[in-house]
């Protein structure tokens, strides 16, 4: 007897550097495709997987979650070592598990965590891959203080790219914006219950323009309120950002 359909849901990890995003591509370089290419060798039939939500080219993940329906009749340990025999090193499975028939990886969701590195100088070849190099030195009390203008639910329009946000709701819940400091390294950290494209970057490019005093923190607020972007309000390179956890 042929095994039930089932919902699967996958929480996996990628180096984003090799690929062009994780939504697929017409040339098939994207996370989604290699992995849907590896489900395909499992089950012999295309699989459609259902992300959280795209992230860029050159942006990484610690915790992006995607679903997929499949019959499997051997366990969830033996599918997710079949899915993992093949994938190229970049990319790691790191959960697998039977998911309830109504479950979204996007519409499930309840908010995400991202990180941003950056570093204060030149960083060696092992960390420059992973964050945004800053040569001037930062004014971080000004940057705190346009932190805290930001946090909270506001229309986050002027944050993120333009040509997406087009008959977008653009309110967004900025939950957490903290950061981090050791050594010449700055992790910063946001949560909320939603983030709108590029929006995370746009937010850590702002604060970076506000600690090298390109922009205020009084600035921020009137930017937030005019809802018009300025060249000041630059968008942090990719290479920084992780996607670090879905919250369902």
Same mark, same amino acid.
């Given at each position: 007897?042929?095994?039930?359909?089932?919902?699967?849901?996958?929480?996996?990890?990628?180096?984003?550097?090799?690929?062009?995003?994780?939504?697929?591509?017409?040339?098939? %370089? /994207?996370?989604?495709?290699?992995?849907?290419?590896?489900?395909? $060798? +499992? @089950?012999?039939?295309?699989? &459609?997987?259902? =992300?959280?939500?795209?992230?860029?080219?050159?942006?990484?993940?610690?915790?992006?979650?995607?679903?997929?329906?499949?019959?499997?009749?051997?366990?969830?340990?033996?599918?997710?070592?079949?899915?993992?025999?093949?994938?190229?090193?970049?990319?790691?499975?790191?959960?697998?598990?039977?998911?309830?028939?109504?479950?979204?990886?996007?519409?499930?969701?309840?908010?995400?965590?991202?990180?941003?590195?950056?570093?204060?100088?030149?960083?060696?070849?092992?960390?420059?891959?992973?964050?945004?190099?800053?040569?001037?030195?930062?004014?971080?009390?000004?940057?705190? %203080? /346009?932190?805290?203008?930001?946090?909270?639910?506001?229309?986050? $329009? +002027? @944050?993120?790219?333009?040509? &997406?946000?087009? =008959?977008?709701?653009?309110?967004?819940?900025?939950?957490?914006?903290?950061?981090?400091?050791?050594?010449?390294?700055?992790?910063?950290?946001?949560?909320?219950?939603?983030?709108?494209?590029?929006?995370?970057?746009?937010?850590?490019?702002?604060?970076?323009?506000?600690?090298?005093?390109?922009?205020?923190?009084?600035?921020?607020?009137?930017?937030?309120?005019?809802?018009?972007?300025?060249?000041?309000?630059?968008?942090?390179?990719?290479?920084?950002?992780?996607?670090?956890?879905?919250?369902?």
């Amino acid at each position: 007897m042929e095994a039930p359909l089932q919902r699967w849901r996958c929480r996996c990890a990628y180096d984003g550097a090799p690929f062009a995003g994780w939504q697929s591509q017409a040339g098939g %370089r /994207a996370v989604q495709d290699v992995i849907e290419a590896q489900l395909a $060798r +499992v @089950f012999h039939r295309p699989v &459609r997987i259902h =992300g959280s939500g795209r992230t860029d080219a050159g942006v990484h993940a610690r915790g992006q979650v995607f679903h997929f329906d499949a019959a499997w009749r051997h366990g969830p340990a033996k599918l997710a070592a079949a899915l993992r025999s093949r994938l190229p090193p970049a990319i790691q499975i790191a959960a697998l598990r039977p998911a309830a028939p109504d479950f979204h990886a996007r519409f499930s969701a309840r908010g995400k965590i991202y990180s941003y590195g950056l570093f204060l100088g030149d960083p060696d070849p092992f960390t420059r891959p992973y964050v945004w190099a800053v040569w001037r030195p930062l004014q971080w009390a000004e940057m705190e %203080r /346009a932190a805290a203008l930001l946090r909270g639910r506001h229309d986050f $329009r +002027v @944050f993120a790219a333009w040509n &997406r946000t087009a =008959g977008e709701d653009t309110v967004r819940d900025l939950r957490r914006l903290d950061w981090r400091r050791r050594g010449r390294r700055v992790r910063f950290t946001l949560e909320a219950d939603g983030f709108l494209y590029k929006m995370v970057r746009g937010v850590v490019g702002a604060l970076v323009a506000v600690g090298e005093g390109k922009l205020s923190a009084d600035d921020i607020g009137a930017l937030l309120h005019s809802r018009r972007r300025v060249a000041a309000v630059q968008t942090a390179p990719p290479q920084g950002l992780v996607l670090e956890r879905v919250l369902y």
